[in-house]
């Protein structure tokens, strides 16, 4: 499948890996992957990001911002909620009890794992599922490169978390509203 992408997606993909790595994470997530394609001006996806206003620096400073949450999984969280607990009580009574700067471990990379390349390496189940769902967007608009704006949407149709998320959300960045843009703005370029 990597070999449908074109050269800015590509690097994308490779940005987000080398964001990973920068920030400390075992794995590129889809934050890194939204951080990756915001970095590259002249990809599809960036320039849709910068008509909404948002750019890297706004997705780095979102990223940077100390949030304890970050830490916990999607799944974690869910399954607290499972239990009827109360996760901001949670994280009230960690803050509380531990200070506002307390977070919680982060998880160890498997043992005895090695990279073996773009999907089963540097990048997490999270990221590999934007890419599945990058195919299924390329395919559904009867396109055959795989372009940022099919990354873009990706991220969108996965629903990100966190304050990736806050950001996206705080600039009315939705794929309802963004998959036109980008089907115009890759109607235009070929």
Known sequence: MFERFTTNARRTVSAAVRIAAETGATRAGPEHLLLGLADDAPGTGARILAEYGVTAAVLRAAMARPTTRRRLTDEEISALRAVDADVDEVFRRIEQEFGPAASLRQPEPPAGRDRRGWF????????????????????????????????????????????????????????????PRVILALRRAT
């Not at 390496?121 to 055959?144: I, K, M, N, Q, S």
């Open 120 to 179: 089963t390496g540097p990048l997490d189940a999270r990221a590999r599922t934007v890419l599945e769902l990058c195919l299924r967007e390329t395919v559904g608009l009867r396109h055959r490169e795989i372009s940022t704006g099919h990354l873009l949407l990706a991220l969108l149709r996965h629903e990100l978390t966190g304050p990736v998320s806050e950001t996206l959300t705080r600039h009315g960045v939705t794929y309802p509203d963004a998959r």
